[in-house]
């Protein structure tokens, strides 16, 4: 009987694209002024670089197999993780524009009152 032993897979591909994923996430608990999108892009590009390794060092397939599914799914919560950052930086900076105008008028206005703050 053929059987193929799973550990190798388990602890040179599994493990380490689950961690890169995790890292990904965690990576929003960091403070804003550290440049996550740096961690974010090389935790992507490894785990590009797994898919990669993985698929030149596989047997020649004309479909996918689970190995390469999994790690497409991988890559898939990295671009979220990306997109995620992308939306909620535009969305700070928007904020801090419209803010920072409201300032501006309240600065400029000829009286300026306890009442315009609030």
Do not use: G
Request: charged share 10%; net charge negative; hydrophobic share 55%.
């Amino acid at each position: 009987i053929l059987t193929r032993s799973l550990t190798p897979f388990i602890i040179s591909v599994y493990i380490p694209s689950i961690l890169l994923v995790i890292i990904s996430w965690v990576s929003f608990l960091l403070p804003p002024e550290l440049p996550r999108i740096v961690l974010l892009l090389c935790t992507s590009f490894l785990l590009l670089n797994m898919f990669n390794t993985c698929r030149s060092s596989a047997p020649i397939s004309n479909s996918l197999t689970l190995l390469d599914i999994w790690l497409l799914f991988c890559l898939f919560m990295m671009v979220l993780a990306i997109l995620e950052f992308l939306i909620i930086t535009i969305f700070i900076s928007s904020n801090h524009k419209n803010t920072h105008i409201h300032v501006q008028h309240l600065l400029s206005s000829d009286t300026v009152t306890e009442e315009n703050f609030n």
